[in-house]
């Protein structure tokens, strides 16, 4: 085979492999949203095929995934009978991902801190575990975390024993067959195992209802109008997360394959994706981790194999009717505590104790805000706090500081021109990093402690990138102080982008110079041209 086809049999057996692994995990998710199984093979066949071919990630494998099932189940139970609203929210989803794609968005990702992601991820798995664990038992599940945790008398009371034994024996095949060889598919051995042991006892446990054949024709969701907040709402919060969700599994596929994504064509494409899985009645989804790395260690090297994959499950939908209808639940709820324990980021949990406090500060909110509160809202809490924190551990470093001009080793023969009691009167205010909220108390802190009888400050830039509003109003502050006290003010290696911010917002900097020498000569002479007028003061050798 010529080296331009050498790819094809590595990304058939990688798409295939990912195919057999995605199917029981379609149906699960299917289940666990509560729109049925159906819609988890859709969504899977949809976004399997058109992320491939529309991404820019060349073997990630897309499809249902934790995240955006969780906050399907969400709206499914909050809006129940009302799945066209459901449907238009993941359509809408679809097209705003596409906007943040052609709006370039897809590098904001580098910007969400480790332990937001972590509690985040964390959260999620936590949920999956806590919704399935009323269908292990054989009651049927709902779709809500606080109301599965009130139930928990009656999963006690009135489980079943079948459904749970035959729970238990597929969470041992999952756990066990990975012992044994990792290149059998341990949820497809899960889903055969329980489904035969099921029928050959003839157990009386709920199964997923039967899958049509074939696609359904898309259709559009029609809605009332007084819905429309509701569905641009969740429509954002699947956008969101789909997106976060797919970036950071491309980042784990780059380092993999020690490639390099495309952030921005991967979001257009899983847009395209979801807003044709909402169409045929499909769950939304999103780069599968785990279905992406099996891909890859099968073989997969293009965009052949995320493709492979979804034709596959296609293939496999055209005759699955008969043999879905006897899945049981729990065998299901298996299969997804399984994935949901798989989740959790175990790695950032054992560092609890070790780990900066502020980390873990963040990566908790954010974990509880996760599980009880809102996805969307524990990601901008995260955030906001870990934007906080880093602002106050910037501050708490000082990184300004003030010295008196004789001290300045650079400047030192200028100085020597000064009269000694200018000298005296003289102070250097040296910045080491941005002008930016965070150091607004340690300028107001050195706006008190000026050295009594100072009678001139400069202001050294030269380590300043930019400067912010609060930066800015409390420079203009300091500003003022100093004039009330007579005190004469020069700024040294002022930036662009900070000499920019501070005229737009009426800070006025009259005296600027490009360093520290320049500056005392101002002092000196009231003019800078005379600088090499200035003779460097005499060094004494010795005998």
């Known amino acids: 085979m010529s080296s331009k086809f050498a790819h094809i049999p590595g990304d058939l057996l990688g798409g295939l492999t990912a195919a057999i692994v995605a199917l029981p995990i379609a149906l699960a998710f299917g289940v666990a949203s509560g729109l049925g199984a159906p819609a988890g093979l859709y ?9 491939a071919l529309f991404g820019g990630t060349k073997t990630l494998v897309s499809g249902p995934t934790g995240p955006m099932t969780v906050v399907v189940a969400a709206m499914v139970s909050t809006h129940v009978g009302h799945p066209e609203i459901i449907f238009a929210a993941i359509i809408v989803g679809g097209i705003c991902q596409v906007g943040l794609g052609l709006l370039k968005a897809g590098q904001l990702i580098e910007y969400i801190p480790y332990p937001v992601v972590s509690g985040f991820m964390t959260g999620i798995g936590m949920i999956i575990v806590i919704l399935q664990l009323r269908p292990l038992v054989g009651l049927p599940g709902i779709g809500e975390v606080l109301g599965t945790l009130q ?6 009371q009135h489980h079943n024993l079948q459904a749970l034994g035959l729970g238990l024996l597929c969470l041992a095949c999952i756990y066990v067959v990975p012992i044994i060889s990792k290149k059998i598919p341990a949820a497809l051995v899960a889903l055969i195992v329980g489904t035969s042991a099921a029928v050959y006892f003839q157990l009386e446990l709920p199964t997923i209802a039967q899958i049509p054949a074939g696609l359904p024709l898309p259709k559009i969701p029609w809605f009332s109008f007084s819905d429309w907040h509701v569905v641009i709402t969740n429509a954002f919060a ?33 847009g395209i994706s979801n807003f044709a899985s909402g169409l045929i009645g499909g769950l939304p989804g999103a780069g599968a981790t785990m279905r992406s790395v ?14 492979t994959h979804g034709v596959i499950l296609l293939a496999i939908l055209l005759g699955l009717g008969s043999f879905a209808q006897k899945v049981p639940l729990a065998c299901l709820a298996a299969i997804l505590i399984s994935v949901g324990i798989s989740i959790v980021d175990y790695r950032a949990l054992k560092l609890m104790r070790k780990a900066p406090k502020e980390d873990m500060i963040v990566l908790v909110i954010v974990l509880l805000h996760t599980i ?50 200018v000298q005296q009167q003289t102070f250097v205010y040296s910045f080491h990093g941005p002008l930016f909220f965070g150091e607004v108390t340690i300028l107001e802190k ?4 000026v050295p009594v009888g100072a009678k001139y400050i400069i202001l050294h830039f030269a380590n300043v990138p930019f400067a912010d509003l609060s930066g800015a109003f409390a420079l203009q502050d300091a500003l003022e102080r100093w004039a009330e006290k007579d005190i004469y003010v020069i700024a040294v290696k002022l930036s662009e ?47």
Do not use: W
């Open 446 to 449: 050195l706006m008190e402690s």
């Open 238 to 270: 699947l956008a969101t997360l789909g997106s976060i969700d797919s970036l950071l599994t491309s980042v784990v596929v780059d380092r993999l394959t020690r490639t390099k994504h495309d952030s921005n064509k991967e979001l257009i494409g899983q």
């Open 294 to 307: 099996i891909n890859i260690k099968t073989g997969a090297t293009t965009q052949l194999s995320g493709f």
């Open 151 to 156: 139930s928990a008398p009656e999963i006690f």
């Open 43 to 51: 969504g899977a066949i949809a976004c399997g095929i058109l992320a």
């Open 497 to 543: 982008p900070t000499k920019s911010t501070l005229s737009r917002v009426g800070v006025a900097l009259p005296n600027s110079y490009d360093t520290v020498s320049d500056a005392i000569a101002h002092i000196a002479f009231g003019d800078v041209e005379k600088l090499d007028l200035v003779e460097p003061a005499p060094v004494d050798h010795g005998a």
């Open 372 to 421: 009880f509160v809102d996805l969307i809202i524990a990601v901008i809490a995260g955030l906001a706090v870990a934007a906080l924190l880093f602002a106050k551990k910037m501050a708490d470093t000082e990184l300004m500081h003030v010295d008196a001009v004789t001290s300045i080793p650079e400047a030192y023969p200028v100085v020597q021109s000064l009269p000694e009691e």
